[in-house]
């Protein structure tokens, strides 16, 4: 008999949770930004450490269970050391994003933001080649959203202008929250 295949993708269920994480991702600077907006950087700050609490203590419960304390444990200590530096650089820099959307407009964070996906795939493959799948469809993902970011950080009346775009369609794309 024929060997089964060892993994069997479920394309719909992929991607529609890939679909979601997208929109929660998109969706979270523009919430930080309603949470924070005239409290200044402090209160950013305190809101990072705020979530990273509730996230540890997510972690000491899950640690409860007998096969995750065993993966984690398994960790050899070089891996470890690389676990503790990225965990407390994303968090430093998670902080710093917080406190910068208290002070500064979204679109001014959000392209300097996406720019670290250029960066991570720089790093990665520098750090990491035998490892990380960097191909032209990767390369592509990073550029897009990259101008992605640049894209709606630009004046949307600058584009309608230049557009010359009918008078009821540039109500709707004017439109503010």
Do not use: C, K
Request: proline share 6%.
């Amino acid at each position: 008999s024929p060997a089964l295949p060892l993994f069997v993708p479920r394309i719909l269920a992929g991607y529609l949770f890939a679909s979601l994480a997208a929109v929660s991702y998109g969706t979270t600077p523009v919430m930080a930004r309603f949470a924070l907006e005239h409290t200044g950087p402090s209160t950013g700050i305190l809101g990072g450490l705020i979530a990273y609490f509730a996230a540890t203590a997510v972690a000491a419960l899950a640690m409860l269970s007998a096969q995750i304390r065993r993966n984690v444990f398994a960790l050899t200590r070089d891996n470890g050391r690389w676990f503790v530096l990225s965990g407390v650089l994303v968090a430093a820099a998670q902080g710093f994003f917080f406190a910068a959307v208290a002070v500064a407009p979204v679109m001014l964070v959000m392209p300097l933001l996406q720019l670290s996906l250029a960066f991570r795939m720089l790093f990665s493959t520098w750090l990491n080649p035998q490892h990380e799948v960097v191909g032209p469809l990767v390369f592509a993902g990073v550029v897009v959203s990259v101008l992605g970011a640049l894209m709606v950080s630009v004046d949307t009346g600058l584009i309608v202008d230049a557009l010359a775009i009918p008078e009821p369609l540039a109500r709707v794309l004017l439109w503010r929250v």
